[in-house]
């Protein structure tokens, strides 16, 4: 948990599947910023969706952004590759089982959202990781809602139909069928702003954001020789993305319009590239683009230099 401060410090990461690449880049430099220790000794709460979601999971844990950055080169591409859900689903399965092993959301060592949606309801369902976090009947709160947290995340990450949906079975509860968070809140900043102001009570004024994206790209030429242009030839592959992007602009949108007054305390990365050699999208798992996007991250944090600087102060 976030120390030596009086302001309540809140990062948000937005979903976009491969191209959190470029999230682990501008995260680098941030962890830089502050001293190189890990990032949850600097923030009180932690919100993330889909690829956000297993980053601000692992950070939650103490992980260092390279250590996070290691995971991503050697199995993103894994994940990425198969072209059948179950496929793709099995081996991001394997992943979190692996990495997370049976933690639970006690384990986090600062508070956490990550962020699913029902499929049943079609409303979100957000994980947490603190009483305090919870608007009603806080004596019943369970954090994670006994969930374990690979569970959760994947839950976060079931980009469906190109990753199947996600059954959860928690202790006490029927079981709920979960896909993608970026279908109700890609870019999580407003739930995160919400959770700080309502839920956890801070005063407006002590409240600090950074909210990171994943950059926005041009479409990749379809390329019979690139990877990817095979995964975009699914049915509402175009579709899907552009939901996300929607998605993730409403939301921002919706937040500089409901938090105005705020403006100053909320610093928000997400450049655009136009360029065509930086043409990707979610699915994205050449080595070489994936490097040049947390490059990119990594680059344009120097823009935000004197606000990060102030955000930490």
């Known amino acids: 948990m976030a120390t030596g401060t009086d302001n309540f410090r809140i990062l948000s990461l937005d979903g976009g599947g491969a191209k959190g690449f470029y999230t682990l880049g501008v995260l680098r430099e941030v962890e830089t910023m502050v001293g190189g220790g890990p990032l949850s000794d600097h923030f009180h709460l932690i919100f993330g969706t889909s690829t956000g979601a297993i980053i601000a999971a692992l950070l939650a844990l103490g992980y260092k952004v390279d250590d996070i950055y290691k995971l991503y080169k050697e199995h993103v591409p894994k994940i990425m590759k198969p072209l059948l859900p179950k496929r793709k689903s099995n081996a991001l399965t394997l992943l979190a089982d692996t990495i997370f092993e049976k933690k639970g959301f006690t384990d986090f060592k600062t508070d956490v959202g990550i962020v ?4 049943d309801t079609k409303i979100p369902r957000i994980f947490k990781s603190n009483t305090n976090q919870s608007y009603t009947l806080p004596q ?9 947290v690979s569970d959760a995340v994947q839950a976060s990450c079931s980009a469906y139909p190109f990753f199947k949906k996600k059954i959860i079975k928690p202790p006490n509860e029927d079981n709920f069928v979960l896909i993608d968070g970026g279908f109700c809140a890609n870019n999580p900043t407003l739930y995160a702003i919400i959770d700080g102001l309502v839920a956890l009570k801070t005063p407006p004024e002590k409240l600090r954001v950074l909210s990171i994206g994943v950059g926005r790209y041009r479409t990749p030429k379809r390329n019979p020789l690139n990877p990817t242009w095979y995964a975009n030839k699914y049915p509402g592959m175009k579709f899907f993305q552009d939901t996300l992007e929607i ?3 409403s939301m921002e949108q919706l937040r500089k319009v409901l938090y105005r007054d705020l403006a100053k305390q909320i610093i928000r990365i997400d450049q655009a590239f136009t360029e065509p050699e930086m043409a990707t999208d979610l699915l994205e798992r050449d080595p070489e683009k994936l490097n040049l996007l947390r490059r990119r991250g990594a680059a344009c944090v120097r823009e935000y230099e004197q606000q990060l600087n102030e955000l930490f102060a």
């Open 140 to 148: 019943n709160f369970v954090p994670g809602w006994g969930c374990a």
């Open 247 to 249: 998605n993730t602009q």
């Open 116 to 119: 699913a949606t029902n499929y």
